[in-house]
């Protein structure tokens, strides 16, 4: 081989195959890789690869594995591959994004690394298009992902490349990439594709990233015919995590990351991205991104408990704690660097300064029934007393009778005066109308003084004082027993040994790589985001809920599952390893910790508690005064009708 100035250039050992050509080492040119062609490329692939070559600048350079130079099978001849950086040290993003993946390869990151590869990952799209290109075959495959965060985006020369007055395309998609106004296109041969395509892909990426691999189409439908195939609902704009999913026809799997996560900014920018608007007026770009990213960078917590919980400033509490509370468990914690220090806290005194506090007094609430106000009267239309037409003709029909029938007199004058006595008016439309809206008053009345009497009582009462001395309390009672509760677990590491192992086994076993009949690109993203990532999750019920999934798919998961799980055999000289113990260590040791900076805590919100209350309890008194005032008259004019 030789490069576009004549030289040879040696091709080693083969180091990976696709569809359209193989890449190999470089021994005379360390630090790159020839990619060489199966087939000759054409002429416009030839004119494509010659301008990449030349157009490449540093940016470029930093963020994409680009055509540094042209090869030749002969001095000057046409173009049969070319060289570009050798991408090291690096995996798929969808190996960083994916729990499973990422507790293998990565264990000891948290939230913020994504964010990171998030942010870089942005960063990449926009140095693309700032030169006038678009990547088009946007996927999780074409990502790469280095453990400092940075990122690398490969298959260049499959990109859009606008060469001055000529544009290349990109000829080539993955589905369930592809955005709503592409969807259904049988070939996207002459397609040219836009930025606002790419930033379709870029803000699935990005959601992937920060929310756990899960796909933002792919959740539980809500009426029928939604959830069927994962390329339908993208192009229906079924966004399972919308502010509106009820009206698009589906929500959010289970075990899912709230979208509450992020602030509400970057929410707007992910409807923006996928929904209808995106397609209409324009998706966030890669620049905003950026900018959104970097800024939620700079605000951010750690969760007392472990290391690896990093969330948003704009959380009051841990969402990974909390979600391991339900058993779903995204970030764990090795407990390296998780050890019990002696810290001086001591629970009896602790406890004794927490049941010092005196709680606030009882308070008076206002009762609706010490007012008496009148009540209004109605005017207009409304007061009319309307019609007696009916008893007034009953009077005339006996008069009449009467005459006819003289010596029936007792009869017909008992019947006049009963119809005579019960007359009785019929309301009219307007004073119907008008109890109506006075009883609605009351309902509206009632519910507005029933909250403010319940804030009262929560805020300002003993209640809410008492509320968080049993929450305290309760959290007491788990400290003192945490000793045993981790010796019990402990002991039972042996009766479990051989679950674990193989659950061990499994997980080894990804759904990405794996060849199920039936089951493509799609349906594995549909499954990775109903928390199926490896075999190990693999379960009849787990599966069938995810839509789309009969018996007969179904059954084609189960049977992958089974063929690796008959590979398992179980080892008992490892059954537990001194990892396995530490690891429930870890586990306990911080529970403890986090329960000890409650209680120490606690001491100091009660009393903030009982401080707070008398200018709330002034405050709520007021508005729950004025509500009982009003409640007192609505019932009062509706009285008058």
């Excluded at 091709?11 to 199966?38: C, D, M, N, Q, S």
């Amino acid at each position: 081989m030789f490069n576009s100035r004549g030289n040879p250039i040696q091709i080693g050992h083969e180091l990976g195959r696709g569809g359209e050509g193989a890449v190999y080492e470089t021994p005379g040119a360390p630090g790159f890789v020839a990619k060489v062609y199966l087939s000759p490329p054409d002429a416009k692939k030839q004119s494509k690869l010659a301008f990449m070559t030349q157009a490449a600048d540093a940016s470029l350079l930093k963020y994409a594995a680009w055509p540094q130079d042209t090869l030749h099978k002969q001095k000057g001849g046409a173009v049969v591959g070319f060289l570009m950086a050798k991408v090291t040290g690096r995996d798929p993003v969808h190996m960083v994004y994916g729990p499973k993946h990422r507790r293998q390869q990565r264990p000891n990151v948290g939230w913020d690394f994504l964010l990171y590869v998030a942010r870089n990952t942005a960063a990449a799209f926009d140095t693309l298009h700032s030169h006038g290109h678009v990547l088009g075959d946007v996927n999780q495959g074409n990502v790469m992902v280095g453990g400092d965060s940075q990122v690398v985006l490969i298959d260049s020369d499959s990109y859009q490349i606008r060469a001055k007055d000529t544009v290349h395309l990109c000829e080539v998609g993955v589905s369930h990439f592809t955005p709503p106004e592409l969807q259904g296109i049988s070939s996207f041969k002459g397609v040219t594709r836009t930025s606002n395509h790419d930033n379709f892909g870029l803000a699935l990426l990005i959601f992937h990233v920060l929310f756990g691999g899960r796909h933002p189409y792919s959740g539980v439908p809500l009426r029928k015919g939604v959830g069927d195939a994962l390329e339908t609902d993208i192009k229906e704009f079924r966004y399972a995590y919308a502010r509106d999913a009820q009206n698009r026809g589906i929500g959010p799997p289970p075990g899912s990351i709230s979208l509450s996560m992020v602030p509400d900014a970057m929410e707007a920018m992910f409807h923006q991205a996928f929904t209808e608007r995106g397609t209409n007026s324009g998706r966030p770009t890669a620049s905003q991104w950026v900018q959104a990213l970097d800024a939620q960078r700079q605000h951010l917590k750690k969760c007392a408990s472990s290391r690896t919980h990093v969330f948003p400033g704009h959380l009051s509490a841990c969402p990974w704690c909390a979600l391991e509370q339900k058993g779903i468990v995204y970030f764990i914690d090795l407990g390296s660097t998780v050890t019990h220090a002696g810290n001086g806290f001591m629970l009896t005194q602790v406890w004794a300064r927490i049941t010092a506090v005196t709680p606030p007094p009882a308070l008076a609430v206002p009762d609706p029934r010490s007012y008496s106000p009148q009540g209004r009267s109605v005017t207009g239309a409304a007061a009319q007393k309307g019609s007696t037409l009916g008893a007034d003709l009953t009077i005339a029909f006996c008069v009449v009778m009467f005459f006819i029938f003289p010596k029936a007199w007792l009869l017909w004058g008992g019947v006049t005066w009963f119809a005579f006595a019960n007359r009785k008016p019929k309301e009219s439309p307007e004073r119907i109308r008008e109890r109506s809206g006075r009883k609605y008053s009351v309902e509206q009345a009632e519910r507005t003084y029933n909250d403010l009497v319940g804030k009262l009582r929560q805020e300002a009462g003993p209640e809410g004082f008492l509320a968080k001395r049993s929450a305290l309390e309760k959290l007491k009672v788990e400290y003192e027993q945490l000793s045993q509760a981790e010796a019990r677990e402990l002991e039972q590491l042996k009766s479990t040994a051989q679950d674990r192992q193989k659950q061990k086994f499994l997980d080894g076993f990804f759904i990405d790589s794996a060849d199920i009949p039936g089951v493509g690109a799609g349906r594995k993203s549909a499954l990775k985001s109903f928390g199926i990532e490896t075999a190990a999750d693999v379960t009849r019920g787990a599966v069938m809920q995810v839509k789309g999934f009969g018996p007969n798919l179904t059954r084609a998961v189960m049977d992958w599952r089974a063929s690796c799980e008959r590979r398992f055999t179980f080892n008992p000289n490892t059954a537990v390893t001194e990892a396995d113990r530490n690891a429930v260590r870890a586990k306990y040791t911080a529970r403890r910790k986090a329960i000890e900076g409650v209680l120490a805590a606690g001491p100091a919100e009660l009393a903030g508690f009982t401080q707070k209350t008398t200018a709330r309890a002034n405050q709520l008194r007021a508005q729950a005064e004025n509500a009982a005032r009003e409640l007192a008259q609505a019932r009062a004019d509706l009285a008058v009708l």
